[in-house]
């Protein structure tokens, strides 16, 4: 889907965890599944807005879509 490339695989500009930061939103940048998992789950703890900013690697994401959107192979 181009719209989805466009708004969420494009290198965006803007630092989102500074945004949040700069309006007290606690922030954090994953790179790894384990900082994501410890990420969730210290977000579930907090009784505020947490921001989870994941790093992804286009050409894995991109395959997983193309395959997701296939759907099975009978």
Known sequence: LPE???AW???Q???L???ARAFGI???RCTTLPALEAAL???MNVRAA???EVV???LQSQAMRTRYWQGPSI
């Open 4 to 6: 989805f490339e466009t």
């Open 26 to 28: 606690h922030a954090e």
């Open 50 to 52: 947490c921001v989870i």
């Open 41 to 43: 789950a210290a977000a």
């Open 9 to 11: 695989l494009s290198p």
């Open 13 to 15: 500009q803007l630092n």
């Open 56 to 58: 992804v690697d286009r």
């Open 17 to 19: 965890c500074a945004a």
